[in-house]
């Protein structure tokens, strides 16, 4: 069994603190540049909950044995899921009725859809099928709660393989873990379209939503080696060895190339065709001083810092290189979904301050203290899984 | 002293994998093992150092790399200055989001070729090369581990037989 330290509580409930800080001193000093903050800081952690979920059935779909005797782990990330969800629900409802000032999204503004108005727009009227109000909290309420069922559902057979034995629930589980696969492949990116390509709503990009999965991809095999490598710091999961560690962190490695391999992908495709509609998403951030910079940096953390830093088999079997490469690659996405939603509802005028980076902490307060608070409610070693022996004998 | 080459032949690779871990703890040095397909931990058992495959890998992509910038240069700045869509041609920097893909080819196809060829090389496998493995039966369905003895080896061949070997051969060098 798991007991959550003193020293882990404390710096989860201190980081919480700091984050209810900001987001009164945000929403008090300035609503409409704190919505934003509060948006792109729920993408980020949202994508580390719920690809938790995906990494799980991965795992039951594909039959793999390797990550058995850290599934808890995964399991545990799921906790947040629901804290997050909601909070993502509560944006996108204030977002359609502009409660406490909420304008994150261009195409909710009144009569933009309205031949009458002033506000009109032709382009996007003529998206309006899709993008309005009713349908966008519908599909958000969808998504959310589908995901939130399947992660309770696999969670709950996990624990039930745990009681009673035999394979029955685990063959539940891979059928469970095959319907989510289905579900997730097509809400992942319509949820991208709806929470983050529609900030730029006359932009598009067909590639949009593998972009935030593989970015969801990358952050959320991170969170899982982070989480593993503390708890065995701590003492627990004394069947991890090198080589789950070593898996783990070809996984980040692959995701970090994946995710440049779809940046650039994007990026190069709409920098050679240089069409006015596309290439403003670009000049919306490179021809501003303060996106500038984030924008090539973070492709530099994401990108560089883990091809020359985690390439070696060494590497990734040295704990302390990995938790290097694990927490500036976290910060490098956080700083791409910072500028994945700002340039589109600040414009120009978007920075980072206390607002953002105090929201951060605290979401990441609340991950750290709502994972550590599920894993210690249940025994943190599987066991009945049937492939547990393979999983302890694992040696690459 | 005569030195002699001992040759164990086994039926099994589980038996010929704790064999080779009881002579390695019996300070004898097993010179060679042959063996029909891989053996998994056998590479640690003998004692083998790491391969080296990997720098290899690294160092061809890195040649890959260089080559492939030199022949994207000479082509598209010197040779055949091209503007396809508007796109700086006197610039290889400005221009370079459009070469990534081509130079991203040109490491996986030096790493993957020169890596597959490193690897037969050094395994002897390059044409014209004879096989070292001392029975045919290597092929098939037999495991031989190979030792080299000075002076007398009765010692071990009686590790040998009792570990498993089910023949052992002799050979004068």
Redesign the interface.
Known sequence: MFTIDKKAKNLSMALMAIGLVALIFGFVSNPHDTWPALLFNTYFYLGISVFAVFFVAMQYVSEAGWSIVLKRVPEAIMGALPVFSFIMLFIIVAATSHFGGNHIYHWLQEGIMDPASDHYDKILAGKEPYLNATFFIARTSIYLIIWNYFAEKLRKLSILEDKQGGTGSHFKSVSTSAWFMVFFAVTSAMASWDWIMSIDAHWFSTIFGWYVFAEWAAIGFTTILLFTLYLQRQGYLKDVNESHIHDLGKWVFAFSLVWTYIWFSQFMLIWYSNIPEEVTYYTARLEVENYKFLFWFSMLINFILPIILLMSRDAKRNNGRLIFVSIFILIGHWLNSYLLVTPGTLNTHGHIGFTEVGIGLGFAGLLIYLTLYTLAKEPLEAKNHPMLDESKHLHT | MSTNTLYGIFDDEEVLLSSVKEIRANNIEIKEVYSPFPI??LDKALGLKETRM?ITA?IYGCLGLTLGSLMIYYMMQIDWPQNI???PNWSFYHNL??F??VLFECVVLFAAHLMSITYLIRNGLYPGGKSDSPDERTTDDKFLMEIQVEGDATIIKEMLTKTGATEINEKEA
């Open positions: 998994h931990g990997a690294f869509g508007g796109k989001p459009a990534v893909p």
